[in-house]
C-alpha cells in the first residue's frame, strides 16, 4: 500500500535546507515509508545535489499527483522563487520570500488534501521579517495561514518529548503570558497527540517556572500556585496521569529515564535546551493544534556550513518517519 504523501519545503534556500532535503531523499528506506514532494527550486536541488556529491533526477511537476516516487528521482514543485545561482550562507530578503512561498504552497496542498502532512526544512527568522512576514518562525506562520488561533511546539527526541507553554518571545515576557488556561491547553493538546499516537494514558510532567518549584515561596512570587496548579488540578480531575509542578532540573532527568511520557516546559530554552543536548541530528519538531500535520528538523538554517555538502541529514529523515507516521495514524 502507498504510504502518505509528504509535501517537504526547502526551506530558506541560501542555508542547509536544500543540501540535507536530497541527502535524505537518496535514503531508500524514505521511499518505503511515505511519498515525497519537494515544494522549492528545482534548480537549486540541481545546485544542493551537485555540492553533496548526489546525482538524483529531478523531476519538475506542477501536482503531487504527477509524482514517481522513485528512489533516485526527486519530485519537486518547481516555485521558481530564486535565480540559479543564488547565495548560500547569507540572510537575504529574497531567501525569506522563497522560504514563506514554500510553506504557503505546502499549506494549501494539505488543505486541499493533495498531500498528507508537511515537513519543513529550516528558515531563516530574519530572513523571513526581511521580507516582510512579521512571524517568530514556522509555527506561527502555520497557524496564521490555515487560521489556528493556537498551537505548541512540541519536540521529540530518542527519550524525550517535550511541550511548550510559550515559545519565541523573551523570558519575563513568557512569564507574564503563562496562565492556568493556557497550561491546561498545552497538557491537553500535548496529551490528545499521545494518544493519537497509541497511548491509553500518557505519563505527563508539568515544570516549575522557578528553581525548585518556588520552594514553597522563596522563590519567585507564587507563579506556581497561580499560574501552575490550578491547571495541573484541572487535568487530574479529568482522570489524566499529571504530576506537577516540579523542579525542571529533576524533572527532565526523571522523563528521560522513563518515569514520564512527555514533559510541559513552561519557556523556549527550558524544553528546548534538554532536547538539543541529546543531538540536533536526534531531534524532531512537531506542531500541535493545527488542522495538518507538520514535522521540522529541529536545527537552523546553519549559514556557516550552507554550501559546503557538510549538513547532517539525520534529523530530516526523522522529521520525515514522524510525519509518515503521524500521517498514517490519522
Not at 95 to 120: F, H, M, P, Q, V
Amino acid at each position: 500500500m502507498p504510504g502518505p504523501v509528504i509535501a517537504i519545503t526547502m526551506g530558506d534556500p541560501s542555508g542547509v535546507g536544500p543540501e540535507i532535503v536530497v541527502k535524505a531523499l537518496a535514503h531508500p528506506d524514505v521511499y518505503e515509508m511515505c511519498r515525497p514532494v519537494v515544494i522549492g527550486d528545482a534548480v537549486r536541488l540541481q545546485e544542493a545535489a551537485a555540492i553533496v556529491g548526489a546525482s538524483p533526477t529531478i523531476n519538475t511537476i506542477e501536482t503531487p499527483a504527477e509524482a514517481r516516487d522513485t528512489l533516485g528521482t526527486i519530485d519537486c514543485i518547481d516555485l521558481k522563487a530564486v535565480p540559479p545561482g543564488h547565495p548560500f550562507g547569507q540572510m537575504l530578503a529574497a531567501s525569506g520570500e522563497a522560504a514563506y512561498r514554500y510553506i504557503a504552497k505546502a499549506a494549501e496542498l494539505c488543505r486541499t488534501g493533495e498531500t498528507d502532512a508537511i515537513c519543513t526544512a529550516p528558515l531563516n527568522k530574519e530572513a523571513l521579517h526581511a521580507a516582510g512576514h512579521k512571524f517568530p518562525g514556522h509555527t506561527e506562520l502555520l497557524a496564521h495561514l490555515t487560521g489556528t488561533p493556537e498551537v505548541s511546539m512540541m519536540l521529540v527526541g530518542p527519550r524525550l518529548r517535550v511541550i511548550h507553554v510559550t515559545t519565541h518571545i523573551g523570558l519575563v515576557d513568557a512569564v507574564a503570558k503563562i496562565e492556568p488556561g493556557l497550561v491546561e491547553r498545552t497538557i491537553s493538546r500535548g496529551r490528545a497527540t499521545l494518544v493519537a499516537a497509541g497511548m491509553t494514558q500518557p505519563r505527563i510532567g508539568v515544570c516549575a517556572i522557578n528553581p525548585h518549584a518556588g520552594e514553597n515561596g522563596l522563590f519567585g512570587h507564587g507563579e506556581e500556585e497561580a499560574k501552575i496548579v490550578p491547571a495541573v488540578k484541572a487535568c487530574r480531575d479529568r482522570g489524566w496521569s499529571v504530576e506537577g509542578p516540579l523542579p525542571g532540573d529533576t524533572l527532565f532527568f526523571r522523563a528521560y529515564r522513563g518515569d514520564f511520557d512527555l514533559v510541559i516546559a513552561m519557556y523556549h530554552d527550558q524544553g528546548h535546551i534538554p532536547i538539543k543536548v541529546m543531538g540536533l541530528e536526534a531531534g524532531v519538531n512537531i506542531t500541535v493544534g493545527l488542522p495538518v500535520i507538520r514535522t521540522s528538523v529541529d536545527h537552523g538554517t546553519a549559514f556557516d556550513i550552507a554550501g559546503r555538502g557538510i549538513a547532517d541529514e539525520g534529523s530530516m529523515i526523522e522529521a520525515l518517519r514522524q510525519a509518515a507516521e503521524l500521517a498514517v495514524r490519522r
